[in-house]
């Protein structure tokens, strides 16, 4: 609406913030507004490290988690468990597991989940790479990790098969009521996995 | 919190992000993994258009709004009443009034507002620069379109008075209750105006 009191260019900058998530019209001008009447450093220190991220950021050769040149951070880590290999389907999933700080062991990020309706098949998905990675004899529990969703079991339940002919051991994360939820707001497919995932007190 | 799963570029990514108004850490990540796990060409032209913006855009030496090169969008456009000069701070203000659609005049965009306790007066907000625009006897009425603050109200007094030595009629735009605006969630201080600057019926 306001766009056309802009120059070309700070237009186009606009239009191109907006792929950004959470981040619309309005956004987009205050972020211009602030980038180019206040913090000029900032806009420019900006700039420069988008750039060099384009440049650099490629993904983990043996894992799959973003990486700048070579392997990634937890790869290239002393002192993780190489015998617990945990599977998720996003870079992002891998930040949330890691930031539960519950995980020591090394993951293998998916490049998705399979999705046959959308022509993802156990190909694209790396999986090629998962089963030679199994077949160094080095992991002994591969945990999967992808969502609680129709693609995500069903990709669970392709991994833990996979790993059944490996002869390593599956596991899952478990489903079930979240930390601090109370009971009514829980949904009931969420308490229906919980009643079946219960476990016996010692 | 995870920015330590992230390689060094993308954690100085993450940190240059933050400077955006609205951006924290959660939503830094966000961005940086959408970029990078999703929309590269997206992220592509965000380096691309923020270098180029940085490179090309300056001030438009006649009203101070943002430009890339020369003139603004607003100084350059035939069709615009150069009889009518309206006083803005800030260009999201120029962009503001813009968007109202009621203005079809030009505009001065002063660096800021007068206040001497930081060391802000006349020179710093480029006033010497309005003074001349004044003198050129092509201005007929000045439109104060500062903000409704302390320092606000004492740059429009002094821009009446810098008027009133050039023999230009000065204007302040209403307070008053705002369009759609309940009585009872009106500010003291609003309603104070809106009843001060009351105006007959016709």
Known sequence: MTANVFPPRLAELLEALKFLPGVGPRSAERMVLHMFTRQPEGARRLSLSLAEALEAVCLCPRCGMLADGGLCVICRSAGRDPGQLCVVETPSDLAAVEASGAYRGLFFV?????????????????????????????????????????????????????????????????????????????????????????????
């Not at 989940?113 to 004899?137: A, M, T, V, W």
């Not at 990790?145 to 599956?170: D, K, N």
């Open 110 to 202: 998916l490049a998705g989940r399979l999705s046959p309706l959308d022509g993802i098949g156990p190909e694209e998905l790396g999986l090629d790479r998962l089963e030679k990675r199994l077949e160094e004899n080095v992991v002994k529990e591969l945990i999967l990790a992808t969502s609680a969703t129709v693609e995500g079991e069903a990709t669970a339940a392709y991994l833990a098969q996979m790993a059944q002919r490996a002869g390593i051991r599956a596991t899952r994360i478990a489903q079930g009521v979240p930390l601090g939820g109370e009971l009514s707001y829980v949904d009931a497919g969420t308490l229906s996995s919980a009643l079946a995932q219960r476990r016996s007190i010692e």
